[in-house]
C-alpha cells in the first residue's frame, strides 16, 4: 500500500534557525509528492510538490523540500524560521502517475520560538 | 472568489438529526473530494467524484451520502449522526495533479 510517513509529532526550533520536517514515503513507481501546512482553525494551504525533474523543489514562503529516491524522503526545508511558520504540516502522495486521491502522512507539528 | 467553498463552516447538531455540508468549487476542476480530519488531526479520504460519479468510497458507513449534482458541486449528507462523527470535514477539488482544500467544517455532535 502506498503511503507516508511523518516521524516526528512534533519539532520545536528557534527563530532565525533552519528548520527540517522529515517525510518518508512508501510508494511503487515514480511517486507525486506534496506538503500542506495548516495553521490554527483553517483549511490545508497548497506549499509545494514534486512530479518529477530537479531533486529540489521550491515552494511557497520560503520552504522547500528535497527529494531523495534512494532514502525515500521528502524532507521540508526553510533556512530561516519565523515565530509565524509555527503550523501542522502534513506531508502527502497520491502514488505514482498521479493517481486520484491524496494519503496524508499524519502531520507534524512545528513550533517557532522567539 | 473563493476557489472551493464550504458551508457550514461550523454545525452543531444533536445524535440522530442528519445534516448535510454543500461544498462548490470554482476552479473548473474535474475532481472533487470529501476529507475528514479526525480529533488527532489524521486527514483521510472519504469519497472521490470525477465528473458526477463516485470514484472512490473509502468504507465509509452508508449513512454518508455524498451527491455531485454538477462536477463544481459535491456535497456530502450525513444521516443519524453519531457522536464519532464529530470531525472537520474538508471539501477539496483536483486537476492535473494539483488539490485545492475549502476551510473546512468543523462539525460537532452532541
Known amino acids: 500500500a502506498q503511503s507516508v510517513a511523518q516521524p516526528e509529532d512534533q519539532v520545536n526550533v528557534a527563530e532565525g534557525n533552519p528548520l527540517t520536517v522529515k517525510c518518508t514515503y512508501s510508494?511503487?513507481?515514480?511517486?507525486?509528492l506534496f506538503w500542506y501546512v495548516q495553521y490554527p482553525n483553517r483549511g490545508l494551504q497548497f506549499l509545494l510538490k514534486y512530479i518529477t525533474g530537479d531533486n529540489l523543489v521550491k515552494g511557497s514562503y520560503g520552504f522547500e523540500a528535497e527529494f531523495n529516491k534512494s532514502q525515500t524522503s521528502f524532507h521540508l526545508k526553510k533556512p530561516s524560521a519565523l515565530v509565524s511558520d509555527s503550523a501542522l504540516y502534513f506531508c502527502?502522495?497520491?502514488?505514482?502517475?498521479?493517481?486520484?486521491?491524496?494519503?496524508f502522512g499524519t502531520g507534524t507539528r512545528l513550533q517557532v520560538f522567539p | 472568489d473563493t476557489a472551493v467553498s464550504q458551508t457550514p463552516k461550523y454545525l452543531v447538531t444533536q445524535m440522530g438529526n442528519d445534516k448535510s455540508i454543500k461544498c462548490e468549487q470554482n476552479l473548473g476542476h474535474d475532481t472533487m473530494y470529501w476529507y475528514k480530519q479526525d480529533s488527532k488531526k489524521f486527514l483521510k479520504i472519504m469519497f472521490s467524484y470525477n465528473n458526477k460519479e463516485l470514484i472512490i468510497n473509502e468504507t465509509v458507513p452508508n449513512r454518508f451520502s455524498p451527491k455531485s449534482p454538477d462536477k463544481a458541486h459535491l456535497n456530502l449528507h450525513i444521516n443519524s449522526l453519531e457522536l464519532g462523527d464529530s470531525a472537520v470535514y474538508f471539501c477539496a477539488s483536483s486537476l492535473h495533479g494539483g488539490y485545492t482544500f475549502g476551510s473546512g467544517t468543523r462539525l460537532t455532535v452532541v
Open positions: 510508494v511503487s513507481g515514480n511517486p507525486y
Open positions: 502527502a502522495t497520491n502514488g505514482a502517475y498521479n493517481t486520484d486521491k491524496l494519503i
